[in-house]
């Protein structure tokens, strides 16, 4: 019993976690895009730092070989012109700067590798931020779109404004016509009245007709 509570407090709140999610998804996904940018901006810090250090190196390099060029220069002049022992101190030197010119060459390759590395994964994280700035523009779209079918929804899908208009139309269109019950209502009192029971019996040829005809009319022109 317990664990089938269990079970139904963590559906419950996972649905609820769901329904919250839902209502505040515009919010989390700015939230999101803003740490994307923040771990993106200390990417880049990082990068700057690793081009620097790099750029640093490279001209200590240059400096330590241009160094050692010179002095190689000048231990053959001490050679040419016997002195050894100024040749052997200069070819010391040349052998010390040939040892740091290794070492700070493996930094700079070491260097140029890591900035390679993280200058691609800036590169990629700031098109993904594009990326997800245009979805969010699309998710506020959608969720405007959503908003406006709900109230339309709730405006015209009322069933009670809905049918109620429907009613009004049908009571207009179905009200019966004034002029028409005028007419039938004396065609009644007529009847009632035997008012026109002399015109009904002259039309069926009981007697002269009660009213001129558009054929007494002809056959009166054509006499004349």
Known sequence: MIRTFRTLFVGASARAEERVTDAFA???????????????????????????????????????????????????????????????????????????????????????????????????????????????????AIRREQQMQTRLKTTIGSTSSADEAQELITRVIGADDPFEQSQILSEINADLNHDNLEDRMAARGFGPSTKVTAQDVLARLKQD
């Open 26 to 140: 515009l919010e989390l996904i700015d939230q999101k895009i803003r740490e994307t940018e923040m771990h993106l901006k200390a990417a880049k810090a990082t990068l700057a730092t690793l081009v620097q250090r790099q750029r640093s190196e490279k001209r200590l390099l240059d400096a330590i070989r241009a160094r050692s060029e010179s002095m190689a220069l000048r231990a053959r002049e001490a050679l040419d012109a016997g002195r050894d022992d100024m040749a052997r101190q200069a070819a010391e030197a040349i052998a010390t700067m040939e040892n740091e010119a290794a070492l700070r060459q493996e930094t700079l390759d070491r260097l140029e590798t890591q900035t390679t590395r993280l200058r691609a994964s800036v590169e990629a994280a700031h098109r993904r931020i594009i990326d997800l700035k245009q979805g969010a523009i699309t998710a506020r």
